[in-house]
T-cell receptor, first 114, second 112 residues
Framework: ETGVTQSPTHLIKTRGQQVTLRCSSQSGHNTVSWYQQALGQGPQFIFQYYREEENGRGNFPPRFSGLQFPNYSSELNVNALELDDSALYLC?????????????FGPGTRLTVL | SQQGEEDPQALSIQEGENATMNCSYKTSINNLQWYRQNSGRGLVHLILIRSNEREKHSGRLRVTLDTSKKSSSLLITASRAADTASYFCATASNTNAGKSTFGDGTTLTVKP
């Protein structure tokens, strides 16, 4: 276990709805990254938060947004859900922004959009 | 397309055999990391190798990096059924600081 937790574990939504996923980072880690992993593919970087500020974003539309709180936990919000948003959403925490920092991944949230 | 691409896509071996997976990437990197993922769960970090390193070991794992060929390999020796999982390489570089770029993985099946 990495100490990174995510909630909920599974979620079913319908097209057009909004969803909020949550992540608690490992103790002492101030950086959280979010990834989307479609079935049979590798994780795709959504964005990263460092000390409550967004620090880098992948190729995802603005309806994907996030927050990081003073305790470094984080939320991923997705508006106007589409069928293609069905995926495993992973968050990863790390100690800093250094390129050599190991990322610790949570177990993921499985989102199904019907 | 993904920065890292693993090869083969799928590998099936007998327990006790060695498994070798390869990763190729396109642009220069600062480091390359290998991860394991069991059946759609979270990723487990295995090894990080920096661009100035050529080889690293961790238990039954051996990772090599050839920056001239922009490739890396992961060798698992004396494989066990518990090694059955998907394995991903992820690269990080100055040009995309904060972002790890993953390939689509190699699915390893170790038969008892």
């Amino acid at each position: 276990e990495t100490g990174v937790t995510q909630s909920p574990t599974h979620l079913i939504k319908t097209r057009g709805q909004q969803v909020t996923l949550r992540c608690s980072s490992q103790s002492g880690h101030n950086t959280v990254s979010w990834y989307q992993q479609a079935l049979g593919q590798g994780p795709q970087f959504i964005f990263q938060y460092y000390r409550e500020e967004e620090n880098g974003r992948g190729n995802f539309p603005p309806r994907f947004s996030g927050l990081q709180f003073p305790n470094y936990s984080s939320e991923l919000n997705v508006n106007a859900l589409e069928l293609d948003d069905s995926a495993l959403y992973l968050c990863a925490s790390s100690l800093g922004l250094g390129l050599g920092d190991e990322q610790f991944f949570g177990p993921g949230t499985r989102l199904t959009v019907l | 397309s993904q920065q890292g691409e693993e090869d083969p896509q799928a590998l099936s071996i007998q327990e006790g055999e060695n498994a070798t997976m390869n990763c190729s990437y396109k642009t220069s990197i600062n480091n390359l990391q290998w991860y394991r993922q069991n059946s759609g769960r979270g990723l487990v970090h295995l090894i990080l190798i920096r661009s100035n390193e050529r080889e690293k070991h961790s238990g039954r794992l051996r990772v090599t990096l050839d920056t001239s060929k922009k490739s890396s390999s992961l060798l698992i020796t004396a494989s066990r059924a518990a090694d059955t999982a998907s394995y991903f390489c992820a690269t990080a570089s100055n040009t995309n600081a904060g972002k790890s770029t993953f390939g689509d993985g190699t699915t390893l099946t170790v038969k008892p």
